[in-house]
Each structure stands twice: as C-alpha cells, then as structure tokens.
C-alpha cells in the first residue's frame, strides 16, 4: 500500500473543463512533487515544492497549476489541457535532505489522465 | 548522450535464475543513486538506496562504480513477481530535488 495517496485515480476531461488532481502524505516529508509520466518512459519532474514553496518549475505550461496549501497536502489545478496532456500524473514526498533534496521520493499511485 | 542509460530488455529468465542489470550514468557530479521498479501501469516504487560500499536486502543486491560511472542490480532465486521495469535512477549534486531515470529494464521471469 501507498503512503501517498492521490485522488481521483482516473479522470477524462474536455479542453475546456477545469479539474483538480490532489495528493496527500502523512509521513512527515517536506517536499512534494509532481511527475508526468508517458507510455513506456519515464517520469518527467514537473514542480517541486520545499517546505510548501514553489521550487521548482520545469518550464511547465501555465495550463497547469501547482498548489501546496499545507505540509501534507499537494494538489495540481488543471485548465484548457491539450488531447497531448493525456497521461499518468504523479505525486511524490521525499524528506528535505541536508543542503536540499537528495533523498529517496515515494510516489503514489498517480491519476491516469485522459483529454477529450 | 543520455544522461542515465540502461539496456531496456527484455530480459527473459526462468524461475530461480540470477539476473543482473547495469546503469551507466554520464555526469561525475552525481550523487545519489537508487533502483526503482515500476508494474505496468503502476507508480515507481523504491526498491532500493545505492551505496558506495554495496548493499543488499535479501535477494537484491546493488553496487556502486565511481570511477566507471556505473551502477548494478542482481536479483538471485528471481521469483514470478519479480517481473516488472527497473529504474535506474541518479540524483545529480546541483540539482539536488530532482531525480534522473534511465529508461528502465524490463524483466520477465517465467515459470
């Protein structure tokens, strides 16, 4: 069992729908992350999040949103997506290692993402 | 050049087989080094940590090659469940957050 848990597991949305994708850890991490992940390859880092502060965005469209409200909880708002944005998202938790990340992340089991 | 590679597989082996992968990674200033298996359609799980000295957890055992810039995996007495994609994951010193995946490995262990 995953100690990252994201909702919903599947979601099928038109170009035009806004949606949230959330995930939630409880052990205690201070960085969360979002991956995107395609067929056959894998993961892509979109943002991290250090003690609930954006600190890493990798040149990710502005139709995705990132949003850490608090230490447990990461969510990811989704508006005007491209039929190309259809994929598996993931979230993931890691400690904050000394001088930065360099830990182990953990992801859970993602939301499979389909554009209309 | 890629910056993590693996040999994608599949690799096909009985039951009870020995069977190791290799990582090359291309950046000497990587730092921190882990395996990952990924079930298909399922999320990355840890497998484990890599470190300098070799580690092992119980069937698993990975090594380390600063010089060569290579890491290993071998699983012994490979087991059905054992069938799944190995990731082959660097960390790189400057970029602390971020992980970098090989493409992956993927096995197959037959009855």
């Known amino acids: 069992d995953t100690e990252v848990t994201q909702t919903p597991k599947h979601l099928v949305m038109g170009m035009t729908n806004k949606k949230s994708l959330k995930c939630e850890q409880h052990?205690?991490?201070?960085?969360m992350y979002w991956y995107k992940q395609k067929a056959k390859k894998p993961p892509e880092l979109m943002f991290v999040?250090?003690?609930?502060?954006?600190?890493i965005n990798e040149s990710v469209p502005s139709r995705f949103s990132p949003e850490c409200p608090n230490s447990s909880l990461l969510n990811l708002h989704l508006h005007a997506l491209q039929p190309e944005d259809s994929a598996l998202y993931l979230c993931a938790s890691s400690h904050v290692g000394a001088g930065g990340g360099n830990q182990p992340q953990h992801f859970g089991d993602g939301t499979r993402l389909s554009i209309l | 050049r890629k910056e993590v590679e693996q040999d994608p597989g599949p690799f096909n082996v009985p039951e009870g087989a020995t069977v190791a992968f290799n990582c090359t990674y291309s950046?000497?200033?990587?730092?921190?080094f882990f395996w990952y298996r990924q079930d298909c359609r399922k999320e990355p799980k840890l497998l484990m940590s890599v470190y300098s000295s070799g580690n092992e957890d119980g069937r698993f055992t990975a090594q380390l090659n600063r010089a060569s810039q290579y890491i290993s995996l071998l699983i012994r007495d490979s087991k059905l469940s054992d069938s799944a994609t190995y990731l082959c994951v660097v960390i790189m010193v400057d970029s602390s957050y971020k992980l970098i995946f090989g493409s992956g490995t993927r096995l197959l262990v037959r009855p």
């Open positions: 950046n000497s200033a990587s730092q921190s």
């Open positions: 052990m205690g991490h201070r960085a």
């Open positions: 999040y250090s003690y609930e502060k954006l600190s």
